[in-house]
C-alpha cells in the first residue's frame, strides 16, 4: 500500500450526548482515490471532513492518516500532509492580501523566502488567478475567495485534499477551472459537495452518507445513475442525467 492513504474504524461522533452524527464509519481512501463524500443536508458530510484534519478530536474509534493517528500531539504531522478547504472562504483568509494569504503557511513552516515565493507564484498560476496576486482579500468575490482558498492549500503540496462545498459560489466559468484543477491533482481527494454533476466530473469513487452510517461506498457512476438509491436518501439523479431522461 502507498503511503498516502486514510483508514477510518468504527468512527463515531456527536455534539450532543445521545445524539450521534456519525455511527460507526470505517472505510480506507487510498492514493489515487477521488471520492465525492455526498448525503443529504445534516448527515455529517462536513463533520467528517473536520475530524479527518483534526478540527473535532472527541470522536470514538481510530482515523490514521498515513499511518498517523489524527489527535493533538499529531496534528502538525498531519496538517502537512492534508490540505483542507472550508465551505466558507472567510474562515480561511485572514491575511490583508492574497500572496500573503498563500504565504502564510508555507512561512509558517520555516520555508525560504525564495521558496515561499516559488511556492505561491505557482499555487497561483495552478488556479489562474496570477492577475490577483497583490489584490486585498476584502476586494474579492466570493468565487475569487474559493479559488484563492485553493491556492492557500496547494502552496504546501499536500498528499491529500479535502474540500467541503468547493463549488459554492462559483460561476460557470470557475467552476469548469475548479474540475480541472481537481483533475489535475494526482492524490487522495475527499470532495464533500450537493454538486452531483461536480461530482460525476471529478471523483472515481463515492460514499453516500445516510443517518450518520454509509449507505453506499463505490463506483461514482454506478451510484449516481442509481435513482432509487439517491432517492431513498435524500438526493435527486445530477442534473446531466435528469436531462437524458
Known amino acids: 500500500m502507498s503511503h498516502i492513504h486514510i483508514d477510518l474504524e468504527d468512527v463515531s461522533f456527536e ?9 460507526h464509519i470505517s ?11 455526498i448525503g443529504a443536508n445534516g448527515v455529517g458530510k462536513s463533520t467528517l471532513l473536520k475530524l479527518l484534519v483534526g478540527l473535532n478530536l472527541n470522536y470514538s474509534g481510530s482515523i490514521r492518516v498515513e499511518e498517523i493517528p489524527v489527535e493533538k500531539d499529531t496534528l ?12 466558507d472562504s472567510d474562515n480561511q483568509l485572514f491575511m490583508p492580501t492574497v500572496y500573503e494569504d498563500i504565504a502564510f503557511a508555507p512561512r509558517n513552516y520555516g520555508l525560504s523566502e525564495s521558496e515561499v515565493q516559488r511556492r505561491v507564484l505557482q499555487a497561483l498560476d495552478a488556479v489562474h488567478i496570477t492577475s490577483l496576486k497583490d489584490k486585498p482579500i476584502y476586494k474579492l468575490s466570493g468565487g475569487e475567495k474559493k479559488l484563492v482558498s485553493i491556492a492557500t492549500i496547494l502552496s504546501m503540496t499536500p498528499d491529500i485534499i479535502l474540500m467541503d462545498e468547493p463549488s459554492i459560489a462559483l460561476d460557470p466559468k470557475n467552476r469548469r477551472n475548479l474540475i480541472h484543477i481537481l483533475n489535475q491533482f494526482d492524490h487522495l481527494k475527499i470532495i464533500a459537495s450537493h454538486d452531483l454533476d461536480l461530482i460525476l466530473d471529478t ?8 443517518n450518520g452510517r454509509i449507505a ?9 445513475n442509481d435513482q432509487n438509491l439517491l432517492e431513498e436518501n435524500g438526493l435527486e439523479l445530477p442534473l446531466c442525467l435528469q436531462r437524458r431522461q
Open 203 to 210: 471523483c472515481n469513487r463515492t460514499i453516500l452518507l445516510s
Open 216 to 224: 453506499a461506498d463505490g463506483d461514482t457512476s454506478a451510484i449516481l
Open 15 to 23: 455534539y450532543e450526548k445521545g445524539r450521534k452524527i456519525l455511527d
Open 76 to 87: 502538525p504531522k498531519i496538517r502537512e500532509r492534508i490540505g483542507y478547504v472550508f465551505q
Open 27 to 37: 472505510f480506507t481512501a487510498h492514493e489515487h482515490d477521488s471520492i465525492g463524500l
